[in-house]
């Protein structure tokens, strides 16, 4: 792969997570559909850092759901580093979910990390007080953080949150001191409300805020489209890691640039196409390995506009692209695309799903009472299995 150079940049040290050491300081966003063990082995083969499955529902945990029971699977290569992130609202099945995977009775590994969702803004969750409308219920939101804690023992809990549900409701700070004195071993802050999705533009600003009122580590989350993005907010903020989400997708190589840019290298990877194409062959195996190959084109078929984005590629090549059912006719298909230099004017252009914002879904008197330490009625069921 051939290589960019920009400004060389000091080095950033390792997060410090418990016992667990992340070096670099990178983590891999919960994407749904996205972050299942092929894109976290593909991912990991670029660089370092930790890397996190999909968002796990603790209600569908706890009663053994065969799906999510498969999404909790660790790969042979995540031994030592499984990370975990759980949804839950219900402090008691929140802790059941936890001491299941700590005494390695669901997943088969135990969890070197697990993270608490309460950053979810998607619309079926807020109506029913889950995800980024959890932490305005502030009683609750700590009594779910101590559950997890004290059932994970040595495994360090982090949190993932939003600034708020809304401007003006924000949630961040108190989030960010409750967890803490919950025995989180470190808060992420997305840098948008809810009402946002993923709108406009993330505010760092608020990252830099968090990191000045508490004492554990804060990582920050949002527009990290390129290496330099996250050494940007890491100078703007202060915060001692980053978390990766949509700057990833169609471009797992992005983790390799992260490792240099935190070990202080000015180094940056611009893919030929013909590597491009090696790598989306691989993405589609690893798949194909886990679930079989026709279904395991069919899930690739969605990474596909990403990692071709900014290449010269023909529409009757990208439909069937699109269409591809078995791992020789996506071979014999990238083949036939003409090698060519990456398309640098796609750099630090946003990825991924990208929504207009709108106000925020909630159950009927919600913001009436923070200190209501009450779970929020069938909010894990509307998530069950995973």
Request: hydrophobic letters at 45%; charged letters at 20%; a negative charge.
């Amino acid at each position: 792969m051939t290589s960019g150079t920009l400004e060389r940049a000091t080095a950033l040290p390792p997060l410090q997570l418990g016992k667990l050491t992340v070096d670099p300081a990178v983590v891999l966003a919960p994407m749904a559909g996205i972050t299942n063990p092929a894109f976290r082995t593909l991912c990991r083969e670029f660089g370092a850092g930790l890397y996190v499955c999909e968002m796990i529902t603790t209600r569908a945990l706890v009663e053994r759901n065969e799906k999510t029971l498969r999404m909790v699977r660790a790969t042979t290569d995540e031994a030592d580093a499984f990370s975990v992130q759980l949804y839950g609202v219900d402090p008691a099945t929140v802790a059941r979910a936890v001491e299941l995977l700590v005494d390695e009775q669901v997943a088969g590994t135990r969890p070197a990390h697990i993270d608490l969702n309460f950053g979810c803004p998607v619309p079926k969750v807020t109506r029913k007080g889950g995800g980024s409308a959890l932490p305005w219920r502030r009683v609750l939101f700590g009594n779910i953080v101590r559950a997890a804690v004290a059932a994970a023992g040595d495994v360090p809990v982090t949190v993932k949150t939003r600034i708020g549900i809304d401007p003006e409701h924000t949630t961040y700070l108190d989030a960010g001191r409750i967890a803490q004195d919950a025995g989180a071993a470190a808060i992420t802050l997305h840098g948008r409300t809810a009402d946002q999705l993923y709108s406009g533009t993330a505010d760092w600003s608020h990252i830099a805020r968090l990191v000045e009122t508490v004492d554990i580590p804060v990582l920050g989350n949002g527009d990290l489209w390129e290496a330099d993005d996250a050494l940007r907010m890491v100078a703007e903020t202060g915060c001692a890691g980053v978390v990766v989400g949509r700057g990833c997708l169609g471009r797992p190589w992005l983790f390799a640039d992260l490792a240099a840019a935190f070990a202080g290298s000015s180094e940056r990877t611009l893919p030929r196409f013909r590597l491009v194409a090696e790598v989306m062959h691989r993405h589609a195996t690893l798949l194909a390995a886990e679930h079989g190959e026709v279904h395991g084109c069919s899930d690739f078929r969605k990474h596909v506009a990403w990692y071709v984005k900014g290449f010269t590629v023909g529409s009757d090549t990208r439909r069937a692209l699109a269409l591809v059912s078995s791992l020789d006719e996506l071979a014999e298909l990238l083949a036939g695309i003409d090698d060519q230099p990456y398309p640098q004017a796609v750099l630090g252009e946003p990825r991924g799903r990208t929504t207009s914002a709108r106000p925020v879904s909630l159950p009927e008197g919600w913001l009436a009472d923070r200190d209501d330490p009450r779970p929020p009625a069938g909010a894990e069921l509307l998530v069950g299995g995973g």
